[in-house]
T-cell receptor
Framework: KAGVTQTPRYLIKTRGQQVTLSCSPISGHRSVSWYQQTPGQGLQFLFEYFSETQRNKGNFPGRFSGRQFSNSRSEMNVSTLELGDSALYLC?????????????FGPGTRLLVL | AQSVTQLGSHVSVSEGALVLLRCNYSSSVPPYLFWYVQYPNQGLQLLLKYTSAATLVKGINGFEAEFKKSETSFHLTKPSAHMSDAAEYFCAVSVPTGTASKLTFGTGTRLQVTL
């Protein structure tokens, strides 16, 4: 089975712009989660979608949003980019949203905001 | 609320030596615990997970971890380090939240393996 794929892998934007990142889950997985990874804050949970509904949300401003499509693919959007949004954005998929279910991670999208 | 503490942001061992990476958790409900590894410029790869079936969990690449409820610990070990084990390791706890569940990660431990 193909793993979780994320596009693009690298992105450079300037402050004030917006960006959309894409994630395709493992076939059959209906849940997609997004995480932000930075050297200072580590791995922080952004949100999780299951069957096109947001099930969980982390402590991020409203500039960060996401959605999930009927084929389980997900996108996250960051509007009005700030320098501090520079990070590795990781997507993870799993079959369901129960605690025991393993999350499988993609390679990430590295975003640099100038 | 759940949390994870990883003692030691950097650990250095010689090739062939024992690897011990420490993880302590805090959870108000029985937790599910995970260890992930991240190689440079890559995503996270699952090493092993604890889901209450057995307290000693064996994972990939020779790693194992033991769940100790009395110590709220889930330390990761490998009897003999290999150069290819050099990476960053993350411990995570998953607990139910509303209609779903959420993974909370520790701050990570970078493992260096020297000759």
């Amino acid at each position: 089975k193909a793993g979780v794929t994320q596009t693009p892998r690298y992105l450079i934007k300037t402050r004030g712009q917006q960006v959309t990142l894409s994630c395709s889950p493992i076939s059959g997985h209906r849940s997609v989660s997004w995480y932000q990874q930075t050297p200072g804050q580590g791995l922080q949970f952004l949100f999780e979608y299951f069957s096109e509904t947001q099930r969980n949300k982390g402590n991020f401003p409203g500039r960060f949003s996401g959605r999930q499509f009927s084929n389980s693919r997900s996108e996250m959007n960051v509007s009005t980019l700030e320098l501090g949004d520079s990070a590795l954005y990781l997507c993870a998929s799993r079959l369901s949203v129960t605690s025991a279910e393993t999350q499988y991670f993609g390679p990430g999208t590295r975003l640099l905001v100038l | 609320a759940q949390s994870v503490t990883q003692l030691g942001s950097h650990v250095s061992v010689s090739e062939g030596a024992l690897v011990l990476l420490r993880c302590n958790y805090s959870s108000s409900v029985p937790p599910y615990l995970f260890w992930y590894v991240q190689y440079p410029n890559q995503g996270l790869q699952l090493l092993l997970k604890y889901t209450s079936a057995a307290t000693l969990v064996k994972g990939i690449n020779g790693f194992e971890a033991e769940f100790k409820k009395s110590e709220t610990s889930f330390h990761l070990t490998k009897p003999s380090a290999h150069m290819s084990d050099a990476a960053e390791y993350f411990c995570a706890v998953s607990v139910p939240t509303g209609t779903a569940s959420k993974l909370t990660f520790g701050t990570g431990t970078r493992l260096q393996v020297t000759l």
